[in-house]
């Protein structure tokens, strides 16, 4: 389960660390894609089989869900931690998000977003800023 925020930096290779705490579910390798919100998401290996599994049984003939796959699937990279935790975030990937310098890596449970610390703190301000009760009620919890 992946929760909390940590603030780590990208070295001058686009390697960052992954949090320590995390390391041991990522160690067999991760997949990082395109977010949603100009971000990234990182699944462990298993995560991802689900995600993919569920997108696969989707029907071609979907003209959205053919550009849902391209969007998640063209984006993504397969990466394994070096002993020291560290991945290497494409270039692409760092661009897409306009990460450089600090990132924010935030828990979303079952995989964890990175995001640049500008644009989370935006997202973060947009969630606070305001009495969204309303806005939770549709959810059901």
């Known amino acids: 389960m992946f929760l909390g925020e ?6 001058d290779k686009g390697r960052i660390t992954i949090p320590a705490k995390y390391r041991g579910l990522l160690a067999p390798g991760l997949v990082v894609t ?9 699944y462990p290996l298993d995560g991802w089989q689900d995600l993919a599994q569920r997108i696969a049984e989707r029907p071609l003939s979907d003209e959205d869900m ?19 935790g560290r991945i290497l975030l494409p270039q692409y990937l760092r661009d897409f998000a306009g990460i450089d310098g600090e990132v ?16 989370w703190q935006s997202v973060r301000q947009s969630i606070e800023a305001t009495d969204d009760a309303d806005r ?6």
């Open 34 to 42: 395109r977010g949603f919100d100009q971000n990234l998401m990182l």
């Open 136 to 141: 939770w009620e549709d959810l059901g919890i």
């Open 104 to 119: 924010v890596i935030a828990g979303m449970f079952d995989y964890l977003e990175i995001w640049s610390v500008e644009a």
């Open 6 to 11: 940590f603030t780590h930096t990208i070295d």
């Open 66 to 84: 053919r550009a849902f796959r391209r969007r998640v699937f063209s984006g993504a990279a397969d990466l394994v931690p070096d002993r020291q």
